[in-house]
């Protein structure tokens, strides 16, 4: 039984999931707050394009943000869908997120307009906005289903507007990569049906 996950019930699952994700987004407002009392200092974790030296800061930019507007912006849909992807194990969900936070920080370095400083959490929302809109549909569970519909129905118009090249003061470079990595991670850790 190597490799999987305790077996713990749904509510053990449910109070590891949301002291995880409460955790983690006290640690988002924990470091604007250090970045905003040291001179914006953290802001240089962002991530510059194409600069080979940028290319350590690919992880730390999804937790990094420009402002207190900024974090508070990811904060709710951060806490609300990690919760629910958490849900499904906290290993499985280490590597939905690692995957979504690496994809999406290549990505942006790849891609991103020259002279541009990109970081935050926005990537990793729209990343677990799309594994919880399509691993419902990829492992075929009813739940899954309807979960993803209801997060589609919550969040799917402010989804497609962060997708907007319009959205000059956004990366929707990086909102679309996130998007796209979420989607691959519900198809390389869906669960298996047992028969």
């Known amino acids: 039984m190597s490799g999987t996950e305790p077996e713990w019930s749904q509510a ?8 995880l994700m409460v955790g983690w987004v006290a640690l988002l407002w924990v470091l604007e707050v250090i970045d905003v009392t040291t001179g914006h200092a953290l802001d240089d974790f962002g991530i510059v394009p194409r600069r080979a030296s940028e290319l350590v800061d690919v992880v730390p930019a999804a937790f990094v943000h420009f402002g207190f507007a900024h974090v508070a912006s990811n904060s709710v849909p951060l806490l609300v869908l990690g919760f629910l992807a958490a849900l499904g194990g906290l ?3 280490a590597a939905i997120c690692a995957l979504i936070i690496v994809a999406d920080g290549l990505g942006v370095w790849l891609v991103s ?14 990343g677990l906005f799309g594994f919880l809109v399509a691993a419902g549909l990829v492992e075929r569970r009813p739940l899954g289903v309807l979960v993803g519909l209801l997060v589609a129905a ?7 507007l962060g997708l907007s090249p319009a959205q000059t003061h956004i ?7 996130g998007l796209a990595a979420g989607v691959a ?3 390389l850790f869906r669960r298996r049906t047992t028969t």
């Open 12 to 19: 053990d699952r449910a109070k590891a999931a949301a002291k």
């Open 91 to 93: 290993r499985r969900f």
């Open 113 to 126: 307009p020259a002279h541009t400083n990109t970081a935050g959490a926005s990537g990793l929302v729209f």
């Open 154 to 160: 919550i969040w799917g118009g402010s989804i497609l």
């Open 171 to 177: 990366s929707w470079q990086g909102h679309l990569i």
């Open 185 to 187: 991670a519900a198809f």
